[in-house]
């Protein structure tokens, strides 16, 4: 099983920025899907993001042109950039990967937006 860290998560004010990462244990440049996942308090786990080896990527209707997923095979980090942040995006971001049909996550990164 791949394993996950996710860093990078806090307190921002609204319009503000933030980068995730998630360093995997493997190789990331192995690994098909990898994605980004968020939990806000009272809601379901919802994905907003995905990378696949390929270097295809998409994108939940809720953060389409504000987020921007992105890999470093060299790193074996996974990223994702947060712009033009919205309370609403307020929530634990999970990072996620399937390698061999195995289910990996993260323990999870708090990112709160307020002023």
């Known amino acids: 099983q791949v394993q996950l860290v996710e860093s990078g998560g806090g307190l921002v004010q609204p319009g503000g920025s933030l980068r995730l990462s998630c360093t995997a244990s493997?190789?990331?440049?192995?690994?098909?899907?990898m994605a980004w996942y968020r939990q806000a308090p009272g809601k379901q786990r919802e994905r907003i993001a995905y990378?696949?080896?390929?270097?295809?990527?998409d994108y939940a209707d809720s953060v389409k042109g504000r987020f921007a997923i992105s890999r470093d095979d060299a790193k074996n980090t996974l990223y994702l950039q947060m712009d033009s942040l919205e309370p609403e995006d307020t929530a634990v971001y999970y990072c996620?990967?399937?390698?061999?049909?195995?289910?990996?996550w993260g323990q999870g990164t708090q990112v709160t937006v307020s002023s």
């Open positions: 996620n990967s399937v390698h061999s049909a195995v289910y990996s």
């Open positions: 493997s190789s990331s440049a192995s690994i098909h899907f």
């Open positions: 990378s696949l080896r390929d270097g295809t990527t």
